[in-house]
């Protein structure tokens, strides 16, 4: 009997996958997805991870969607290898294109995170953007990362958290597992729980314009902007060396 979104009267879990909306797959296609979502997540990400991987010879970009990222990682992270995991078979045709664009080795395999064709410790790092939202089993997904990670690896992760996943142009406009999602607090729980060690130095927490109920519009005309739960939470998670 699959889960109902209480909203749109949706069902919103067929089996670990929920696909994503028409508006969700055109929208990861859009400058304003490249530019103030993900080009800002991985400068933040890089500079929290603040130098401590050195060499980083093969990248996991998990849920790599339509691969937007694969360039970025490659300027920013000079990989020999990028490894892009996507479960959208539509999505990683189109990640083919950007692949082609990059200098280094790009593989790309359909499948979910949640079992990985890939070696125990043989990735040193994983790209996690806006990827959890997405998935119903995250414990499973992370203990997929925790057995390929190199030990002293890192997860770099880019979350959205409960409040904006369960407000109502989300819920109208894309489509998730709503029954999984998270507050900052429980995925750093999480992710925690498996074993990956996270410092306080190794979270930061915001409300980007682009997840306000106004889009930040109050702010930028001077209006005092209403109290708002934190929407976005970046980690670096690393496995013990
Ligand atoms: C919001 S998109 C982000 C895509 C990409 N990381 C980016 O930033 O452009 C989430 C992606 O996760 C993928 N996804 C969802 N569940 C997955 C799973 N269990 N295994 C692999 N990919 C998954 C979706 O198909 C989608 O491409």
Wanted: net charge negative; aromatic share 8%; with cysteine.
């Amino acid at each position: 009997m699959p889960i109902m979104d209480p909203i749109l009267n949706n069902p919103i879990s067929e089996g670990d996958w929920v696909r994503e909306s028409g508006f969700g797959r055109w929208f990861l296609t859009t400058d304003t997805w490249f530019r103030y979502v993900l080009s800002e997540a991985v400068c933040d990400l890089k500079q929290l991870l603040d130098n401590r991987i050195h060499g980083t010879h093969q990248i996991l970009d998990a849920g790599c969607g339509q691969g937007v990222a694969f360039e970025l990682l490659e300027e920013h992270f000079h990989p020999r290898t990028i490894i892009g995991v996507d479960i959208d078979k539509e999505q990683m045709r189109m990640a083919l294109e950007m692949a082609n664009r990059c200098q280094c080795e790009v593989k790309l395999e359909s499948g979910t995170v949640c079992n990985l064709n890939i070696p125990d410790s043989s990735i040193d790092m994983i790209f996690s953007h806006q990827l959890f939202h997405h998935v119903s089993d995250q414990a499973r997904a992370l203990e997929e990362f925790y057995r390929i990670l190199m030990p002293g690896g890192a997860i770099l992760i880019s979350e959205s958290c409960r409040s904006f996943i369960h407000s109502f142009l989300v819920r109208l406009l894309f489509r998730h597992p709503m029954h999984v999602q998270k507050t900052a607090e429980e995925y750093v729980e999480l992710v925690q729980s498996i074993g990956f060690k996270i410092d306080d130095t190794d979270i930061q927490t915001s409300r980007p314009w682009w997840s306000c109920e106004d889009y930040g519009v109050r702010e930028r005309i001077g209006l005092p902007h209403k109290q708002q739960e934190v929407t976005q939470i970046l980690m670096i998670a690393r496995k013990p060396s």
